[in-house]
């Protein structure tokens, strides 16, 4: 009986007016890095080893990095600099250089907070390896950057500070060299400083640092934060440089590949369709940047494969048009639709957009990938949060938010999912809620359709978690989808902020209004009918391939590769890939007989690629992770 007053209560909350004193959502920074957060790093201590240019292996002129290999590693690359703490990502900066760069955070090089009691602390450190500078007739050695404060995270505030210090190894000292304050967002600036004849010797370093503050709310429960964002791109170093010399021959692609599918970064395989030939028009999208001073012709190019059946069958040329010094060019383009699979209940392709230009640019960066996956659920997030999201404060209870769906083809809602980020103290594991459904109303949440009886809690943070409704939703359009805070506390919830899908976002805290926060919540649908969880023999044929299967599949802890007909094959000549259904490279090993670790990997579907080193060919398994 208390069940049933309790479920009525809330259903006519839904549904009317009661004044609920003015409760908005929050969005706040993350306390954690989730790209780092599982991974198990060796962190190097060469740096306070380093004690004479004699005994040190140096690297040569030119020293460049615009780290544009994020899509292979979040970690700074070990031939050009000695320490982990810096995360290389394409999230958190504002139209960079090119596309990736090195963010200096308040957060390790494991992805957790700092731990310090002081108001101002040293924090990321990026610290090259020793160069040779010591040449005969070395002239005119300059080091350019770019840097940006804040981007889509946290700005740095007027106490902290980006430094950057010189070392020589005569001396053992650090000694900066060049500083700024912090500061509100604005764009990549470049900074242009000449090396004095002090530092030209065999053994030569430089680092950049960044000094953070945190506040007292930055502990409070459930919202500890990052904060203090800083950017580095584009970093050069070289002879025979001037004061003017601010560009470099390259263009360069500026911002991340770009989901197919308008509005969406996953929608049901089966409603492909559907989508495709009433409303969606799959669409290319491809942004770059001249960062030389004259004029250059640049021909775009666009590759779909199917990931599954290892096979490019659909290559598009997108023209080609003259980019001025300097400028920023977007191209977009509709395109037919270029997902085809036999597969019937999913399907995974790779989206890799690429650039030509003269044989004098640089071709680091000129390609972009993403990885567009199909299966049973709607997803308008890229399953990366920058922020948290939710409510705060005594007045939480009973507060509703909402987030806006359709569907192209008559379906039925049997599950949601929602993504919590994890906090220092686990918090949000004691706040209970309970999942929601409503109709549409001309653009805002309608009648109540479903209300769990159930109350849920956070139980596992820093992935999505499932929830299975009590009975499936028909829906034919538009529906929302959400959650009704049975207790006051933050849930956290994950916010991506690479993708603003504002207008489709509305809480309730008494009344329905829309919310003002550019970003997307990661909520997603889970569509169809229910199926059961498939053992390794009722995968389709296409995963039964002749080199190898994956066992045990589904897996809990570990998983192992097993070589089938072909018995000349050398496992040693093959790396491991494992991807999550949103094309983030989780893991990547070299090939042993051993079992391989997947114990950091949260319960869901991945693909493991097995590569040959020397052909590039890649055959691919799905794994399901299962606890």
């Keep these: 009986m208390m069940m049933f007053k309790k479920y009525f209560f809330l259903t006519v909350l839904l549904s009317c007016s009661i004044q609920l004193n003015g409760q908005t959502p929050m969005v706040v920074p993350l306390d954690h890095n989730p790209a780092l957060r599982n991974s198990k790093l060796k962190i ?132 900066t060299v060049w500083n700024t304050p912090g500061a509100k967002l604005h764009p990549f600036k470049q900074v242009l400083l000449p090396v004095e004849d002090e530092y030209l010797q065999r053994g030569f370093q430089f680092r950049f640092v960044n000094l953070v503050s945190l506040s007292q709310e930055h502990f409070n429960p459930g919202m500890k934060s990052n904060a203090d964002l800083w950017h580095i791109d584009y970093v050069r170093l070289d002879k025979n440089r001037s004061e003017t010399d601010t560009a470099t021959l390259d263009v360069a692609v500026m911002t991340p590949m770009k989901s197919l599918i308008v509005g969406y970064q996953a929608i049901p395989w089966k409603q492909c369709e559907y989508a495709f030939t009433t409303k969606l028009k799959p669409r290319w999208e491809i942004t770059y940047r001249n960062n030389n001073n004259i004029a250059h012709m640049v021909y775009r190019n666009l590759e779909v494969t199917d990931v599954y059946r290892n096979i490019t069958d659909n290559q598009l040329f997108g023209g080609a048009d003259e980019i001025e010094a300097g400028a920023i060019m977007t191209f977009e383009q509709d395109i037919y639709n270029p997902f085809r699979s036999p597969l019937a209940d999913s399907a995974l392709f790779e989206i890799k957009g690429y650039l030509e230009t003269d044989m004098l640019d ?28 939710g409510f705060s404060g005594y007045n939480a209870q009973d507060c509703a938010v909402a987030c806006r769906y359709e569907t192209f083809t008559q379906d039925t809602i049997r599950a949601i999912m929602l993504y919590f980020n994890p906090t220092a103290d686990n918090a949000t594991v004691r706040y209970r809620f309970r999942i929601a459904v409503w109709h549409d109303d001309n653009g ?135 991807y999550d259904v949103t094309g983030r490279l989780r893991k990547r090993e070299l090939f042993t007989d051993n079992y391989l670790d997947v114990s950091s990997l949260e319960v869901g579907i991945y693909f493991l690629r097995v590569i040959h080193r020397k052909s590039g060919n890649v055959e691919t398994q799905k794994v399901m992770i299962y606890r």
């Design 362 to 389: 640089r071709k680091d960066n000129d390609t972009v990938r993403y990885f567009q996956f199909f299966g049973d659920y709607f997803a308008r997030d890229d399953g990366s949060p920058e922020s948290g999201y």
């Design 444 to 578: 805002r949440p309608g009648e109540p359709v479903y209300l769990s009886s159930k109350e849920y809690t956070p139980e596992t943070t820093g992935q999505f978690l499932r929830f299975d409704l009590e009975k499936p939703v028909y829906v034919t359009k538009y529906y929302w989808i959400g959650w009704v805070q049975v207790t006051t506390g933050f849930l956290n919830a994950g916010f991506d902020l690479n993708y603003n899908d504002r207008g489709n976002l509305w809480y309730n805290d008494g009344t329905w209004k829309q919310d003002i926060n550019n970003g997307t919540l990661m909520i997603r649908p889970v569509m169809g009918k229910r199926k059961g969880l498939l053992t390794s023999s009722e995968l389709p044929a296409m995963y039964q391939n002749n080199i190898f299967k994956v066992y045990p599949n589904p897996a809990v802890q570990q998983i192992r590769i097993k070589w089938e007909t072909f018995e000349t094959l050398v496992p040693t000549d093959y790396d491991v890939e494992i």
């Design 44 to 175: 190097h201590n060469e740096i306070n080893k380093i004690k004479s240019s004699i005994s040190v292996d140096t690297v040569s002129l030119p020293f460049f990095d615009d780290f544009s290999y994020y899509w292979q590693s979040s970690k700074p690359d070990r031939k050009l600099w000695m320490d982990d703490c810096v995360y290389i990502n394409n999230h958190y900066p504002v139209q960079p250089r090119s596309n990736g760069v090195a963010t200096f955070d308040a957060l390790d090089a494991n992805g957790n907070i700092y731990q310090n009691t002081t108001s101002t602390f040293s924090a990321d450190t990026l610290t090259s390896c020793p160069i040779d500078l010591g040449v005969s007739e070395l002239n005119h050695v300059y080091l350019s950057f770019f840097y940006q404060p804040g981007g889509y995270g946290d700005c740095p505030d007027s106490g902290d500070s980006l430094l950057l210090q010189f070392k020589t190894p005569v001396t053992d000292k650090w000694r």
